[in-house]
Nanobody
Framework: EVRLVESGGGWVQPGGSLRLSCAASGFTFSNYDMNWVRQAPGKGHEWISTITRHGRTGYADSVKGRFTISRDNAKNTLYLQMNSLKTEDTAVYYC??????????YGQGTQVTVSS
């Protein structure tokens, strides 16, 4: 059973930083491209970043230059380093395989709140 458990969210002031983690199990993590997706209040899911199984990365314009995706295949863990956070980054953040994104299926996510 594929299991993705996000953690690391919380409250932070604008300009602050957070590091999200996603623990993966139930599949061969190193063989999969992985994504971070977020959902702001009252909005749909927004793709924000991908890291391929080979380590290539991609970002949405809204986070480019501020967020960094990475992975540790030995620990079956995906990360998202978020710097220079803005109020508009407030959302629930999800990690996801490509299939999750295609099927719009996500786990519980982790809440990030950016406010003063």
């Amino acid at each position: 059973e594929v299991r993705l458990v996000e953690s690391g969210g919380g409250w932070v002031q604008p300009g602050g930083s957070l590091r999200l983690s996603c623990a993966a199990s139930g599949f061969t993590f190193s063989n999969y491209d992985m994504n971070w997706v977020r959902q702001a209040p009252g909005k749909g899911h927004e793709w924000i970043s991908t890291i391929t199984r080979h380590g290539r990365t991609g970002y949405a314009d809204s986070v480019k230059g501020r967020f960094t995706i990475s992975r540790d295949n030995a620990k079956n863990t995906l990360y998202l380093q978020m710097n220079s956070l803005k109020t508009e980054d407030t959302a629930v953040y999800y990690c996801a395989t490509d299939q999750n994104v295609e099927n719009d299926e996500y786990g519980q996510g982790t809440q990030v709140t950016v406010s003063s």
